[in-house]
Structure formats: C-alpha cells, structure tokens
C-alpha cells in the first residue's frame, strides 16, 4: 500500500526585494508565473490534496492557478513560513501521511528530486525530512546541523543567528521539507517567535522533533540550481538564463 502524499505550497510573501508591488511568486519566467512552473511539475506526480497558503495579490494567485484542482487558505499577516503552514492546519485535518511542504518561489525543483526526498522520508520512517544542498556561498541562507557523519538532522540555525562555526557551514536548507502530517500538526504550536525577525520559523521544526526523540533526516540535492530561491530581480534574470538554457 502506498504512502498517502499531500503538499503545502507557500505563496503568500510579498517579496518586497522585487523592486515590484507584484507578489513574488508571480514574477515570470519564461512567460509563466514561477508558482505555476512548480505547479506544472507537482501535477506530474499524485498528491491527495494540494493546499496553496496565500496573502498578498492571493486572487491573482488563484487566478495563475485556476488550472490546477488545489485548495487555497489565508495567511492575513506575513509572520514566517511556520505561521504559514499553520494557516493549513484546519485544511489538513485528518490526512494521514507525508506532507510536502514546498515555498512558491522556488520553481526548478524537479519530479525526481521531490520524489528522491518523499521516498528517503518514507523509507526511514522519519517524522521530518529537509531537501538540503550544498553552496559555494551560503550567504542568507539557513545552515544544517547533522548528528556527527549520519543523514540525522538535529536543527536548522538561521543565518543571522549562527555562531562563525556553523557559518563555515555550506550545507544549507533549501526551504522544501516532507513531514509526517499528525507529527507536524502535533508540534507544530511548540515553535516560538524567539529569533531576530520575532517569527514562526518552520526550520524550528527540525529541533522540536528531534528534541522529542523522533528522527529527522536529511537528503542533500546534487543539483543545487534546483533549490535556489529568488529574492531579487538579479536572481530572477538569472533563474530565468538557466531555465531557458
């Protein structure tokens, strides 16, 4: 029998490092708003439900979506990706089994590297599993913690908020997870807003389960391109090169 899979898209930032008042995961490439890039790929594999958390321009979201059978909640207020995901909360109830929760902007994320990640999770039976990559220049991004050599994942530390040894870190979070659904929304009221940005950050995740006893695992990526994240209009000109290339 077959794992049940559900996914939790994030749409719902503003992006306000666009230069633009347009939502971020509108921003286009190829002529096609980089939400539905990742859409297109989601809809090449089974998922049981979809749920895409939306807040600004969230109607014209919908309207890029319109193609796709996806339900939609609200975030009103912008309070990190860990607020986000429990916005879904009450449009999750009852699933059981893996959750994918992946972030709008993130559009070359492949069929294969998706798969790879559900499956590593599945198989080893993990409460939390963290798509991870490795960068030459980790810069802004959050680093990943693993218990000695081993594929455990102990916690996430933010950029801002690690000490120069784990800055040496280039093993980052590409921001793309796989849960276990009941253990997400079980813990997930457990993440505090107690970090610089004063938000809930779903990379608090990784710590609370794992400080519970459960396993959380990480899978690195071989093709880092695919899990970076656009934040500016330079990164977009450049995801747009390597997408037509």
């Not at 986000?84 to 993130?106: H, K, N, P, Q, Y």
């Not at 457990?190 to 990784?206: A, F, G, R």
């Amino acid at each position: 029998m077959t794992n049940k899979r559900a996914a939790i898209i994030l749409a719902a930032g503003k992006g306000t490092r666009m230069n633009s008042d347009l939502a971020k995961v509108l921003h286009q490439i190829n002529g096609q708003p980089m939400i539905a890039i990742l859409m297109e790929t989601l809809s090449k594999m089974h998922f049981d439900r979809i749920v895409v958390v939306i807040g600004h321009q969230g109607e014209d979201v919908k309207a890029a979506l319109s193609n796709y059978n996806v339900s939609y909640v609200w975030q009103k207020e912008q309070l990190g990706t860990g607020h986000a995901v429990m916005m879904a909360e009450a449009a999750m109830m009852g699933f059981i089994g893996t959750t994918l929760v992946a972030l709008g902007d993130v559009p070359l994320l492949s069929v294969g590297t998706i798969e790879r990640l559900m499956e590593n999770h599945e198989k080893t039976k993990s409460a939390a599993t963290c798509l991870s990559a490795e960068f030459a220049d980790p810069t802004g991004y959050g680093r990943i913690i693993r218990k000695d050599k081993t594929d455990v994942l102990m916690k996430i530390v933010e950029h801002d908020e690690a000490t120069l040894n784990e800055l040496r870190i280039t093993e980052i979070n590409s921001g793309t997870f796989c849960f276990n659904n009941y253990e997400l929304f079980k813990n997930l009221n457990k993440i505090k807003p107690e970090n610089n940005h004063q938000e809930y950050y779903l990379t608090d995740m990784v710590k609370v389960l794992y400080d519970n006893g459960l396993r959380v695992s990480v899978v690195r990526t071989d093709n880092s391109d695919e899990v970076r994240g656009i934040n500016s209009v330079k990164q977009l000109q450049e995801m747009e090169q390597k997408f037509s290339g």
